[in-house]
């Protein structure tokens, strides 16, 4: 592969330069990044505008090509045939393309039918479980999980799909070799172990805020489909939403209890026509056609009757102790069957010793 | 002329020896202290004055020199005020010296002459036999306390008159009554048969006290985390008769004991915003922090995630060698700090996490709170339950089990540890570490198939895994179960500290 073309390098140099002055614009960051260089120092650069104008003209695209080798970063440009095909779809598709991992698994991925998995990142435990097996059904169905990295939602979609031993790709909003949030740093290594993680911006550029909704139109224009798991009213998920919308990609939602604030978004995504996703076979139904790729069946050993009672009690969402004596078990052979159900697949648990079902 | 007496001082909770001499000449009326006392001691100079004239004794209007030997060692606090008396009242000649030489002596001195009530006497008592001294005066309150060593006589007086007497030959008068049985009873030991309802966080404490395993409770405010908590000391074996002494003379030195003998093992509750020092000992002089004060017994940190991170720390070398050596200037003190730890806190911020209508916490905020918790601590938690609100049912009806034949439950598996563990340096299954776990916790086929799977699963850290089969090991022992059963074995991963996967990633 041939690495970046000049041009485009100038362009994301011009970016990670101008990072402070976009973030004026982040409101409407998505029109102001289909200006072209001169236009952009233009309307943002103010009183170093001509700085800006001759330091672009000056800067060293060989010194840019080392930090990026430096950095391990694979770069692709727009100018590459290699370039993912569904980018091409946005008004401004990012000019090049930084890659940890691995950049054939990104193209490969891109070349198919990933699927974005986000959402809120003060997610509830039942959206981050429901993240979670989406992803890791969807990553053994084949299909590759795209999603920000960021707490909650995103997180959780992400190790689902390294748990279910698919690859995954994280579009993060600063340079792909840090990770965001930092304390994602151990998801981050397996990300880049596994899949792959990518960004439109340079290595050493500080994360600002127009990035965010900048990376959320990278992440709805790559994939295929676009799943919100658990979203607030004003949370970033809706925006992807909003672009995937723009560039005609199917969009899903999962349904969320109506009392909860988190949930607001992605219910009213469902009300105004999103695909409903009650699990990963309509997700696979929506991208290839009712029926046509059928998600792994339920390898999960069968349940006894006690066992199965267990279950509905702490899916009816009560606490160990009470699922427990409801089901009618003593409190030493009751641990033991809760671990039973853990051992089988049926549940997990969770932090504070309770115990939250896996759909 | 010169008067000697022994007395001891208190360090830490050790006595050291120290020589009062006294030393009358003639010369112009004075009072000197030497020998490194601290300003109490020296303040011993009026009060010793005052209470011979008061106690209708001569002071010696001469020169009077005190030395108390050894010279390096601090000497602090009051205690040395009879034997100062005492010594003067020998050197000029009011009481015989010949008859000081098998006493030692201990105590503060009133102004008017009484001997005050001071702490410390059962450690003084423990120093005096072991220098082979035969005869102790003690201030009439401490004296049950110090008759708990044996072959000593020990003579409890309210005054100094009355000490001088007894030195003189009259008799020791008798040991003072304990008080009615009537008064301890209501303080009655809190009993698990008070419980309704909690039948897995009361498994849970019963596996810890068996195995010795510390235990984090951890559920909403309110569902009875403290309660729970303050029935463990309640079903741990009786101690014996060396450990009461051991918890006594301890509970003496701080100054948190009245009377007699400690019978119940200690329960210490530090609110979280103790400092290190108040948690493990310090201070100068050092005094034994919470952490010694639970010495063989519980001690419970409550709310744990408020505590301050270097607090919880400070746990580390406590709970790892079952002692604090705190070291101040050229000195070291050993404190011992052998305590079961059980923790309670809240499952998030605003408590109420997994009762879905309720909490309104998001992953980020139970983050943060989680991260609140000391990892190097919680990787000293062998058990996790979760403490649930008790159904109406529950609470109508009646107590699962009462602390007595719990207390009997443990007691027996802790026999059969003993049986097993038997030269291998650990008491209890909690104590065991890795290469103990290897030769001494045997599962059976499906226990060792669940493991693995359990294992292979990433449900289990390689440290996780050692600790599912000490917990095991206990469950089994309180089963009577030769070998780890696949019941014993999935009991255990029930209760198990779970490394959270999504946020471990």
């Known amino acids: ?359 | 002329m010169l008067a000697r007496i022994a007395t001891f001082a208190i360090d830490g909770v050790d006595p050291r020896q120290v020589w009062v001499e006294v030393h009358i000449r003639a010369g112009l009326p004075a009072f000197a202290i030497v020998g490194l006392a601290d300003t109490a001691v020296r303040e011993s100079r009026d009060r010793i004055h005052s209470a011979i004239l008061n106690s209708k004794f001569e002071f010696p209007s001469k020169r009077i020199t005190a030395n108390l030997a050894p010279a390096f060692l601090r000497k602090v606090g009051p205690g040395f005020d009879a034997a100062l008396a005492l010594a003067v009242l020998a050197a000029s000649g009011q009481i015989p010296r010949d008859a000081l030489a098998s006493y030692a002596v201990f105590g503060e001195l009133s102004l008017g002459g009484e001997l005050r009530d001071s702490p410390g006497a059962l450690v003084v008592a423990e120093g005096a036999r072991r220098a082979g001294l035969t005869r102790l005066i003690v201030p009439r309150e401490r004296a049950r306390e110090a008759a708990l060593v044996e072959g000593l006589e020990v003579a409890g007086v309210p005054t100094l008159r009355a000490a001088a007497e007894v030195v003189r030959g009259a008799r020791p008068p008798e040991l003072p009554e304990a008080p009615p049985a009537a008064a301890r009873q209501l303080a009655a030991e809190p009993d698990l048969a008070d419980v309704r309802g909690h039948a897995l966080p009361m498994l849970a404490l019963q596996i810890a006290a068996a195995g010795g395993h510390n235990l984090l409770l951890e559920g909403p405010p309110g569902t009875g985390k403290t309660m729970l908590a303050r029935r463990l000391p309640s079903i741990l074996p009786r101690m014996t008769r060396a450990e009461a002494i051991e918890v006594t003379r301890i509970h003496s030195v701080a100054g948190l004991h009245a009377d007699g003998l400690i019978g119940r093992r200690p329960f210490r509750a530090p609110h979280h915003t103790i400092s290190p020092a108040g948690l493990v000992g310090g201070g100068a002089p050092p005094r034994p922090g919470e952490a010694t004060l639970a010495h063989r017994g519980v001690l419970f940190l409550d709310e744990l995630s408020e505590f301050q991170r270097s607090t919880l720390d400070a746990l580390r070398q406590p709970l790892e060698d079952g002692s604090v050596a705190i070291v101040r200037g050229q000195r070291a003190l050993v404190f011992p700090t052998k305590f079961m730890l059980i923790a309670a806190t809240n499952p998030c911020p605003c408590g109420f996490a997994g009762i879905e209508d309720r909490c309104n916490c998001g992953e980020a905020d139970i983050r943060r709170h989680r991260r609140k918790l000391s990892g190097p601590l919680l990787d000293r938690m062998d058990l996790l339950v979760d403490v649930g609100r008790p159904t109406e049912r529950e609470l109508t009806s009646g107590p699962i089990t009462s602390s007595d034949s719990a207390r009997r439950r443990v007691a027996e598996a802790r026999e059969r540890q003993r049986a097993r563990l038997d030269g291998t340096g650990a008491l209890c299954n909690g104590e065991m570490d890795a290469r103990t776990v290897r030769r001494h916790v045997e599962l059976d086929e499906p226990a060792e198939q669940a493991l693995a799977h359990a294992y292979s699963l990433g449900a289990l850290s390689a440290r996780g895994r050692h600790r599912v089969l000490r917990v095991a090991r206990t469950i089994a022992d309180l089963e009577g179960h030769g070998r780890v059963t696949h019941q014993d074995l999935l009991t255990a991963l029930g209760l198990r500290q779970q490394p959270d996967l999504a946020s471990a990633a």
């Open chain 1, 1 to 359: 592969m041939s690495g970046a073309c000049d041009g485009c390098l100038r362009r994301t140099w011009l970016l990670g330069r101008m990072a402070g002055h976009l973030d004026h614009a982040r409101a409407r960051i998505a029109a102001v990044l289909e200006l072209d260089d001169g236009e952009l120092i233009a309307a943002l650069g103010g009183e170093l505008a001509d700085d800006l104008l001759r330091d672009r003209d000056a800067v060293d695209i060989g010194l840019q090509r080392d930090r990026c080798s430096e950095a391990g970063l694979q770069l692709v440009c727009r100018c590459d045939p290699a370039y993912p095909v569904r980018l091409r779809d946005l008004a401004a598709p990012p000019r090049v393309l930084h890659v940890v991992g691995g950049l054939d698994r990104l193209l490969q991925a891109a070349a198919g039918d990933p699927v974005a998995i986000v959402g809120s990142r003060a997610a509830s435990p039942y959206g981050t479980g429901v993240a979670r097996s989406l992803g890791a059904a969807l990553g053994r169905a084949g299909v590759t999980v795209l999603s920000g990295m960021a707490h909650g939602i995103d997180a959780a979609a992400h190790v689902g799909a390294l748990d279910g031993g698919a690859p995954t790709i994280a579009v993060l909003p600063g340079p792909p070799d840090r990770p965001y949030p930092a304390s994602r740093r151990a998801l981050h290594r397996r990300v880049v172990a596994a899949g792959a993680a990518v960004s439109e911006l340079p290595p050493g550029t500080p994360v600002r805020r127009w990035m965010f909704p900048a990376r959320n139109r990278i992440i709805a224009a790559l994939a295929a489909m676009t799943v919100v798991v658990e979203a607030g009213e004003r949370s970033g998920s809706l925006v992807t939403a909003a672009f995937a919308q723009q560039l005609a990609r199917p969009i899903g939602a999962v349904p969320g209890q109506i009392t909860r604030p988190q949930a607001a978004g992605s219910n009213a995504l469902l009300a105004g026509g999103a695909t409903v996703v009650r699990g990963p076979q309509d997700v696979l139904d929506a991208l290839f056609g009712a029926g046509v790729r059928s998600a792994a069946g339920d390898d999960r050993p069968e349940l006894t009757e006690e066992l199965a009672v267990l279950l509905a009690g702490l899916a009816d969402g009560h606490g160990t102790s009470t699922a427990l004596v409801q089901a009618g078990y003593e409190p030493d052979e009751g641990l033991a069957a809760l671990a039973s159900l853990e051992l089988a697949g049926y549940v997990r648990r969770e932090g504070g010793g309770r115990y939250a079902v896996i759909p």
